[in-house]
C-alpha cells in the first residue's frame, strides 16, 4: 500500500501520478475517463484511431488512469463505424520476402528528383543513385533529364564503381512520375 501510495500524489484537491520519465498526470474517474475515451475516439476531433494512438494521446495530454490501455481497446473493439469501415485486409498471411543485396556494389536503385526551383547553372533536376548494400549515394544535379545525360551518370557513377567491384549490377529505377 505504502509503495503504491509513493507513486501518486496530492495537489490541491487533485490526484496526480509520478512517473520518472514523465510530468505528473492527473489521474481520471470512471466517469471522466469514459468520456475522455469517447470524446477521443469518435468526438469532434475524434479520428477513429486504435487503441494504442489513443492510450498516446491520454499520457500526452497529462492524464492517467489505471484501465486506460484495457478501456481504449475494449472501445476500439466495441465502435460500430469501425467495424463498418475499418480496413479488411484480403491478403493471405504469407511471409515476409527479404530483398537483399550480398554484397556492396551489386544492386543500385536510381530515382529523379524535382523540378526543384532552379538553383546553380539552372540546375532544378536531381538524379540519384543508391547502393542497396551500402546506402551509398552519387547524386548530380541536372538542368534536364535527357538520355545522354542520364547514360553519362550511369557511366561515370555506376558503371565505374560497380565495374571495380563486379562485373554486372542490376539497377532498380524507380518510374513514378517526377514532379509534385
Ligand atoms: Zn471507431
Redesign the pocket.
Known amino acids: 500500500m505504502k509503495l503504491q501510495a509513493a507513486r501518486f500524489v496530492l495537489i490541491g484537491d487533485d490526484l496526480y501520478r509520478r512517473g520518472y520519465t514523465r510530468p505528473l498526470l492527473k489521474c481520471f474517474t470512471p466517469d471522466q475517463a469514459s468520456y475522455v475515451v469517447r470524446e477521443l ?2 468526438g469532434i476531433c475524434g479520428t ?1 484511431s486504435g487503441a494504442r494512438t489513443m492510450v498516446a494521446k491520454v499520457v500526452r495530454a497529462g492524464y492517467y488512469w489505471p484501465t486506460v490501455q484495457g478501456d481504449c481497446t475494449d472501445f ?1 473493439q466495441k ?1 460500430l ?2 467495424q463498418e469501415f475499418g480496413t479488411l485486409s484480403h491478403q493471405k498471411p504469407e511471409e515476409l520476402h527479404f530483398m537483399l543485396s550480398p554484397w556492396a556494389f551489386v544492386q543500385w536503385g536510381m530515382d529523379i528528383i524535382g523540378p526543384f526551383a532552379p538553383g546553380k547553372g539552372q540546375c532544378k533536376f536531381l538524379l540519384v543513385g543508391i547502393d542497396y548494400f551500402t546506402k551509398w549515394i552519387e547524386a548530380e544535379p541536372l538542368t534536364a533529364i535527357t538520355a545522354r545525360n542520364v547514360q553519362n551518370f550511369m557511366w561515370k557513377n555506376i558503371v565505374s564503381a560497380s565495374a571495380f567491384h563486379r562485373s554486372s549490377s542490376p539497377i532498380t529505377v524507380d518510374s513514378s512520375p517526377t514532379g509534385r
Open positions: 475516439h469518435e477513429h476500439v465502435c463505424k469501425c
